[in-house]
């Protein structure tokens, strides 16, 4: 798909499109089409940020209360996003021992309850030790800090899918 493909989708082509780039929260592609025509994948990528950036804390919270958890009931009972499901598989985590499974849902619990959001990170970029090794890091961060932290994920995430579907090499990015 090319730029001019892009910039000539109405409303509801273009959130078909790019609605799940934040996972679940189609609301930022809706807005994020009224700052068309985009140059290019930074472009598009750059007004996702944006719009995420300007959210208060709450909203930022909210985007991160959409994502699943990594290797957690959703993907158990296989309700990701196709998105989500690719990105999870990709670290590995689809094939969990039991013991790792346990591990990584009884962190996963301690993150939500000490942060109130659920612990966010870009999965295609890791493997599945670097996700428990993360996951125990992050869990000690002051929590205006693991904020940030998590939207950077967030928008890795985003980057990354906006790469799969403008079919641009992520790492060029
Ligand atoms: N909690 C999460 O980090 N979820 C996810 N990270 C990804 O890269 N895909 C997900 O579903």
């Known amino acids: 798909m090319d730029m001019e493909q892009v910039n000539s989708m109405d409303f509801g082509e273009f959130v078909d499109v790019f609605g799940n780039v934040i996972e679940r929260c189609p609301l930022i592609a809706a807005a994020v089409w009224s700052q068309r025509p985009f140059s290019g994948l930074e472009d598009l990528e750059k007004h996702f940020s944006a719009f995420i950036d300007a959210l208060p804390q709450s909203g930022q919270e909210g985007i991160l209360r959409c994502h699943p958890d990594l290797a957690g009931r959703e993907l158990q009972r296989g309700t990701l996003t196709a998105e989500s499901q690719r990105e999870q598989s990709s670290a590995g985590l689809t094939s969990l021992g039991a013991e790792e499974r346990l591990q990584l849902a009884e962190l996963n619990a301690r993150y939500r309850a000490r942060f109130g959001f659920p612990f966010v990170l870009a999965a295609r970029l890791r493997d599945r030790d670097a996700v428990l090794r993360e996951l125990a890091r992050r869990l000690h961060r002051p929590p205006a800090q693991e904020l940030r932290t998590a ?17 641009g090499d992520p790492a060029r990015l």
């Open 151 to 167: 939207l950077g994920e967030v928008k890795k995430i985003g980057r990354l899918r906006l790469a799969d579907l403008l079919g």
